[in-house]
């Protein structure tokens, strides 16, 4: 089957600092979304990816899908503490709305 | 925003009892997804359906049923409650063409002791 791997896990970090996380995958795939889950809420979609070497800003929030169409990255400028929370990303194959998502990276934020 | 909203919020129930959660959407979107979400395994889909009446497996199905009578409403059914469904579970919907991200519900937190 299809492995996606989220990377890292869990990141302890200085409010300020920069953030970077990133999914790879096994196969290619045509989309990828990344999402933003608060403590006891459902996961919101934060950015869309729809090809190749797509780099694509939402305030302090920077993707890109990746020119091999097997990963894709996320980076989270000067972080705050409203950053916390788990980061998904997913993707979807050709021909298929439906989305497989990785294990999440959890971000906390020391003030 | 209530597009999507599930129910109960929180539920406890006892091992072997029947269990239903409802997700009702006022977007109109065609397809619905069931998923639960555990500590490790992030989320992962239990059924899903893209229209009325037309329903299929994801990857966790065993143990859950899914009914779609109407666009508006998803219900998944633990026919028999057992603790590893102890879980998180979201609800989510999507339209089609080019912006199909999900959106999700708040969330049932279930706990079967």
């Known amino acids: 089957g299809q492995q996606?791997?989220?990377s890292p896990q869990s990141m302890f970090i200085q409010e300020?600092?920069?953030v970077s996380m990133n999914c790879t995958s096994s196969s290619i795939f045509n989309t990828w979304l990344w999402y933003k889950q608060d403590p006891g809420e459902g996961p919101v979609l934060l950015i869309a990816l729809y090809k190749a070497g797509e780099l694509t800003s939402n305030g302090?929030?920077?993707a890109q899908f990746g020119i091999t169409r097997k990963d894709s990255f996320l980076n989270?400028?000067?972080?705050?503490p409203s950053d916390v929370g788990i980061y998904f990303c997913s993707y979807s194959g050709a021909g298929s709305y439906q989305l497989t998502f990785g294990k999440g990276t959890k971000l906390s934020v020391i003030p | 925003d209530a597009g999507i909203t599930q129910s109960p919020r929180h539920k406890v129930t006892e091992t072997g009892t029947p269990v239903t959660l409802r997700c009702h959407q006022t977007e109109n979107h065609r397809y619905m997804y069931w998923y639960r979400q555990d500590p490790g395994h992030g989320l992962r889909l239990i059924h899903y359906s893209y229209g009325v009446k037309d329903t299929d497996k994801g990857e966790v199905s065993d143990g859950y049923s899914v009914s779609r009578s109407k666009t508006e409403d998803f219900l998944l059914t633990l026919e028999s409650a057992t603790s590893s469904q102890t879980s998180v579970y979201f609800c989510a919907i999507s339209g089609t063409g080019k912006n199909y991200g999900y959106t999700f519900g708040s969330g049932t937190r279930l706990t079967v002791v």
Do not use: V
Request: hydrophobic share 35%; proline share 0%.
């Open chain 1, 4 to 6: 996606l791997n989220q």
């Open chain 1, 16 to 18: 300020g600092e920069d």
């Open chain 1, 60 to 62: 302090r929030l920077t």
């Open chain 1, 76 to 80: 989270i400028s000067a972080s705050i």
